[in-house]
């Protein structure tokens, strides 16, 4: 039976059909060796060559086999090529980290993380009174009994002082350094580091001998006020107070002053907000400030006049929120706290 070039490309064409359904690098090596083997399709017809006797004929049908052996080597390496980029996509899709996941999963709620409600609160007191033109200043939560009192017109056993449950640092000499009761000292420092004309606010946590309740925390937040200018008066203060509410609150919102004391304002007052409904939130504090605090800051009063305003944001919050318990605030529970996205 003599070798047609029908049988080769027979040959190659199943071998290179069965290369495509290979689907494994050692697949494609022992199909190779297989059809080239002894007894392989195309191996088999080149060890047949030896039985065709014309020479010409020989030559062409060896050539043929040749170049069928060589397509196939071609068509195994292609295929192995495939094979193992398919292979490294699958590693790199193994491997591969999807940071969208939690995200995406539908099973399990996107948490997002948030601000702290009083952060909140703080971030758009800081907004609207920069929208004022004001400027925020920060002070130190350690304070001295200097600039916690005595520079906001507190002698040493000046009776007002018990306006404050104060916790002392055990330091000597003993009540020299205590947890800043409130942020007023902040305004000293700020009168001692900026020249005038200033219109500061300072924010901050502050600190009293208080046992927790619904409106009372130990540890809680103000913001304080502090304008010094030329020709500074009381109805600049009853109109920033005023302007304030309307931004922070909304312009349903309105606010009054009642006559009151503290030792570092002359005239002093309080201030509360009045809500469309009628109610009234009690704020903060204020006044014109007075000439010793001034002075205490570095400036001369009779230059310089200026008023001052504080109150408790953690209050503030609670009231615009409708929170009932203070201490909910800083109980940590997520279920409280994502109330308020
Ligand atoms: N520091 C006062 C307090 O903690 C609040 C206050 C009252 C601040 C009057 C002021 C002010 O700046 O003028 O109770």
């Not at 000293?188 to 009293?208: C, D, L, N, S, T």
């Not at 002053?257 to 009690?282: C, H, K, N």
């Amino acid at each position: 039976m003599g070798t047609q070039s029908s049988d080769i490309s027979a040959a190659l064409n199943e071998a290179l059909a069965a290369l495509e359904s290979a689907d494994t690098p050692e697949g494609v090596r022992s199909l190779v060796s297989q059809v080239t083997g002894k007894k392989g399709s195309l191996g088999s017809l080149k060890s047949s060559l030896g039985s065709v006797v014309d020479v010409e004929e020989r030559k062409k049908v060896g050539a043929a086999i040749n170049e069928a052996l060589s397509r196939l080597a071609e068509a195994a390496d292609a295929r192995l090529t495939v094979l193992s980029n398919a292979e490294l996509l699958r590693v790199i899709g193994a491997d591969r980290v999807d940071v969208t996941e939690r995200a995406l999963k539908s099973d399990v709620a996107a948490r997002l993380g948030r601000t702290h409600l009083v952060t909140q609160a703080t971030e758009r007191l800081e907004d609207v009174f920069i929208g004022l033109g004001f400027q925020i200043a920060e002070g130190p939560e350690v304070e001295s009994d200097f600039y916690n009192f005595e520079a906001l017109n507190m002698p040493p056993s000046h009776p007002a002082r018990s306006m404050w449950d104060t916790l002392f640092v055990d330091q000597d000499p003993q009540g020299s350094v205590l947890l800043r009761t409130h942020t007023s000292p902040v305004q000293i420092r700020v009168m001692q580091e900026w020249p005038p004309p200033i219109y500061a606010i300072m924010p901050g946590r502050v600190f009293r001998r208080d046992t927790p309740d619904a409106t009372h925390m130990p540890v809680f937040h103000q913001i304080e006020g502090m304008v010094i200018d030329r020709n500074i008066t009381f109805a600049d203060l009853a109109g920033t107070i005023e302007a304030f509410t309307k931004a922070f609150f909304g312009s349903a919102f309105t606010s009054r002053l009642r006559p009151s004391y503290f030792p570092f304002t002359e005239p002093s007052a309080e201030f509360d907000i009045r809500r469309p409904d009628g109610s009234w939130i009690e704020l903060g504090g204020c006044g014109m400030m007075h000439p010793r605090v001034i002075r205490a800051g570095g400036l001369d009063p009779d230059e310089w006049s200026g008023f001052a305003f504080g109150f408790g944001i953690d209050r503030m919050a609670k009231e615009r929120h409708g929170v009932a318990d203070l201490r909910d605030m800083y109980s940590n529970d997520v279920r409280f706290l994502e109330q308020f996205p």
